[in-house]
């Protein structure tokens, strides 16, 4: 699952060209019953799978936007109570978004979502976003005002380290938090990434397999290592609550990413003496 920049696009929404900004209409009325059954089984899966894995924050989004099992969501419902509670919409685009443009959407608190929907033999695993991905996963956490704020600072510092030749470092922690966080709470440590929520598999795995490293929130840690796409992630990193994301992400980081040009990357599977381990992943014996 990749982080929503670089999708090949679908059928849909490959009709009408995409506006300047590459937006383009869902055209809800275009899906199938086939298009809606296979949300409604991904749906149904992952409600039954997230109720005690899923983040209060998360599951109260879902709740409050009104996503269901019924069908695919019209993207002009959901907006109409997203756009109230926190001010973000979301905008339809076709596929591939070049990063300035997905940044610059964020920036202005709008949340680029595919259109179409994975194939009935894809339900388990998809390495491009779609609608489920998207919606399911993404739209929801923008329901909560401090993860709707940080995800329009995100858009703005991305447009920040595309300047500053900086973006591979920004995206990493794109990708361990927005994508793949873990969250500790009272309850015990929960999900709040999107990549894990529309995931059956990883929404299991990252909590209770043994295999991945699963390490405190450090932020020039993260931003110095290296991610898979193609697999389960070797470490999942854990921040305590919001706050303290919004709190470590909001000065400038360009002196970071000056600090971080002289430090090597790290393997995704890597674990350092400074590191605060929650569980340190055990490899299988070949
Ligand atoms: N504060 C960061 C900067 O100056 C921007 C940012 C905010 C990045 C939130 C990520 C998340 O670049
Ligand atoms: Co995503």
């Not at 794109?174 to 709470?185: H, K, S």
């Amino acid at each position: 699952m990749d982080d929503g920049r670089t999708t090949t696009g679908s059928a849909l929404g490959k009709t009408t060209p995409p506006r300047a900004d590459f937006t383009i209409d869902q055209d809800w009325a275009a899906y199938s019953p086939e298009d809606h059954a296979i949300w409604r089984t991904l749906f149904k899966r992952q409600e039954a799978i997230l109720r005690d894995r899923a983040c209060r924050e998360f599951v109260d989004g879902l709740v409050g936007l009104g996503v269901a099992a019924d069908g695919i969501p019209d993207f002009k419902k959901l907006n109409a109570v997203l756009d109230a509670t926190t001010g973000w919409t979301i905008v339809a685009v076709p596929g591939l978004v070049p990063d300035a443009v997905f940044f610059e959407h964020l920036a202005n608190r709008r949340f680029p979502s595919t259109c179409f929907i994975r194939r009935a033999d894809q339900l388990d695993y998809l390495q491009e976003p779609d609608i489920f991905h998207d919606v399911y996963g993404h739209v929801p956490m923008l329901m909560n005002p401090i993860f709707a704020d940080y995800m329009q600072a995100y858009g703005k510092g991305g447009l920040k380290a595309l300047g500053l030749g900086s973006l591979h470092h920004l995206a990493r922690l794109y990708w361990y938090t927005v994508e793949f966080g873990l969250i500790r709470t009272q309850e015990g440590l929960r999900i709040y990434g999107s990549g894990i929520v529309s995931s059956k598999g990883e929404s299991i795995y990252c909590l209770e397999d043994a295999a991945p490293n699963r390490i405190g929130f450090d932020l020039l840690r993260i931003m110095r290592t290296k991610y898979r796409i193609d697999d389960f992630q070797e470490s999942y990193f854990v921040i305590d609550s919001f706050d303290q994301l919004f709190d470590a992400t909001r000065p400038d980081f360009t002196p970071y990413y000056a600090a971080l040009r002289d430090q090597p990357d790290l393997e995704p599977g890597t674990v350092l003496p400074s590191d605060s381990i929650l569980h340190r992943g055990i490899t299988p014996v070949p």
